[in-house]
T-cell receptor, first 111, second 108 residues
Framework: ETGVTQTPRHLVMGMTNKKSLKCEQH?????MYWYKQSAKKPLELMFV???????ENNSVPSRFSPECPNSSHLFLHLHTLQPEDSALYLC??????????FGPGTRLTVT | GIQVEQSPPDLILQEGANSTLRCNFS?????LQWFHQNPWGQLINLFY???GTKQNGRLSATTVATERYSLLYISSSQTTDSGVYFC??????????FGAGTTVTVRA
């Protein structure tokens, strides 16, 4: 694997389910990010991890819970989501302060 | 927060045509990136260009940081150039603020 990978690529979940999104970067970077892309809206930064420490939580509801066990892996744990949380969730990484590289995204549908 | 405005919002081109996309931002920035989002959602890095001019094949970009804008040029457009082009700026470390994008459709 090269670059930034994300699994699963597609996810359908009910509002009472618990699921997790996984991101892995193979670039040796020191920072990782979660972004949300909703229809008709610009990409929104959700969380930033720099050297495994969370440095940004952009007013994200607590039903989204990030986890960064090491500098290569990032998770987004989801529970009791709402239909408006349906979106494309993108992971990125960078070697701060250089450019960010994005994964292919997980398209999430909440029913 | 910083405002990032992209124009035009939509662009339809005939194959072989040239075009210019613009990105204006409301405050000074440390860095600027251009991305192409393909129909499957993947964001592809085009340029990392806080200032100056860069070229990569048929694409080139110019950022004039003192005047707070950047331009992306597409020459001899191809159908594979279709998709959404995003400009994103960084002020503080780690945080990218994105524009709303320009949707480009190239017709054969």
């Amino acid at each position: 694997e090269t670059g930034v990978t994300q699994t699963p690529r597609h996810l359908v979940m009910g509002m009472t389910n618990k699921k997790s999104l996984k991101c892995e970067q193979h670039l040796g970077h020191n920072a990782m990010y979660w972004y949300k892309q909703s229809a008709k809206k610009p990409l929104e930064l959700m969380f930033v991890y720099n050297f495994k420490e969370q440095t940004e939580n952009n007013s994200v509801p607590s039903r989204f819970s990030p986890e960064c066990p090491n500098s290569s892996h990032l998770f987004l744990h989801l529970h009791t989501l709402q239909p408006e949380d349906s979106a494309l969730y993108l992971c990125a990484s960078s070697q701060v302060p250089s450019e960010q590289y994005f994964g292919p995204g997980t398209r999430l549908t909440v029913t | 927060g910083i405002q990032v405005e992209q124009s035009p919002p939509d662009l339809i081109l005939q194959e072989g045509a040239n075009s210019t996309l613009r990105c204006n931002f409301s405050d000074s920035v440390n860095n600027l990136q251009w991305f192409h989002q393909n129909p499957w959602g993947q964001l592809i890095n085009l340029f990392y260009i806080p200032s100056g001019t860069k070229q990569n094949g048929r694409l080139s970009a110019t950022t004039v940081a003192t005047e707070r804008y950047s331009l992306l040029y597409i020459s001899s457009s191809q159908t594979t150039d279709s998709g959404v082009y995003f400009c994103a700026v960084e002020q503080d470390d780690y945080k990218l603020s994105f524009g709303a994008g320009t949707t480009v459709t190239v017709r054969a």
